[in-house]
């Protein structure tokens, strides 16, 4: 069975940073790409930042330059190096496993969710 457990949300100011971290367990197919959702109250679900396996990261123009995503070796971990936060950062954040283009196929897979909460 396969979980993502998220960690690292939390209280910050302005301006701060915070690490997201997301434990996959079990076995996913490779290629696939894991990566940071979030949803702000009154609004949708939105990407954030993915890293395929093969290690190409992508990223929503509004944390260009401030968020930073990696995996580890293992492929295993990812993480969420979110850094000059903003009050509009806050939200619920989400990770998500996926195949990609070659992948035998399996469904997304999502985490419970962890708060950032970005105070001015």
């Known amino acids: 069975q396969v979980q993502l457990v998220e960690s690292g949300g939390g209280l910050v100011q302005a301006g701060g940073s915070l690490r997201l971290s997301c434990a996959l367990s079990g076995t996913i197919f490779s290629p696939n790409a894991m990566g940071w959702y979030r949803q702000a109250p009154g609004k949708q679900r939105e990407l954030v930042a993915t890293?395929?396996?093969?290690?190409?990261?992508n990223y929503a123009d509004s944390v260009k330059g401030r968020f930073t995503i990696s995996r580890d070796n293992a492929k295993t971990t990812v993480y969420l190096q979110m850094s000059s936060l903003k009050p509009d950062d806050t939200g619920e954040y989400y990770c998500?496993?996926?195949?990609?283009?070659?992948?035998?196929?399996?469904?997304?897979?999502w985490g419970q969710g962890t708060q950032v909460t970005v105070s001015s």
């Open positions: 890293i395929t396996s093969s290690g190409r990261a």
């Open positions: 998500n496993a996926r195949p990609v283009a070659g992948s035998t196929w399996f469904p997304d897979y």
